[in-house]
């Protein structure tokens, strides 16, 4: 008994009026990063949320001792932290239709597609999970079409080190959306 639904050899020929609608992710207009965050990233994250979690569990001591300015102090610090450990998580390079945003810790910046130059990958110094200290490695870099360039990925970054078949597949994801929505 075949089960085609359990298998990847289905029959190819669908009709496309009895095809289904594509999925909410596969929307163009919707900004979508094309790898996963890296573990460096979100270890960072939790660790973050670890301490913000003592914190508060430090505010509700302080509080119940009796000192409310020290534990509205205590919540406002943890929540500072929750709120940088959920931004970290959002940091990297995103793409839709509209164009390409770079999301930072602290900053956003978004250009059109037209703004974009060529996408390329090279070989040059690169930091080493974002810190002063520089590595030999790759990096993704956007030659704009103004002249001025900058780079949008490294390999030595939080999301792909000790994972270089990940920032293959990453810049070359982006160096596809590149090509097909630069037209």
Do not use: N
Request: aromatic share 8%.
């Amino acid at each position: 008994m075949p089960l085609p639904f359990l298998t990847a050899d289905r029959d190819l020929d669908v009709d496309d009026r009895t095809a289904a609608p594509p999925l909410p992710h596969e929307a163009p207009e919707r900004w979508r990063r094309p790898y996963r965050p890296g573990p460096w990233r979100v270890g960072i994250s939790a660790v973050a949320l670890l301490l913000a979690s003592f914190v508060l569990l430090s505010a509700m001591i302080i509080g119940f001792a009796g000192s409310l300015p020290g534990a509205v102090t205590c919540v406002v610090l943890a929540l500072i932290v929750i709120g940088l450990a959920l931004r970290m998580l959002r940091v990297g390079v995103w793409v839709s239709a509209h164009g390409l945003r770079r999301v930072g810790l602290f900053s956003t910046v978004t250009e059109a597609w037209g703004a974009t130059g060529a996408l390329r990958t090279v070989q040059q110094p690169v930091r080493w999970l974002g810190l002063p200290r520089t590595v030999q490695g790759q990096a993704l870099v956007d030659r704009r079409v103004s002249g001025s360039s900058r780079v949008l990925l490294t390999d030595h970054g939080a999301d792909f080190l000790s994972r270089p078949e990940a920032f293959e597949r990453a810049a070359d994801v982006l160096e596809a959306w590149a090509a097909e929505y630069r037209k």
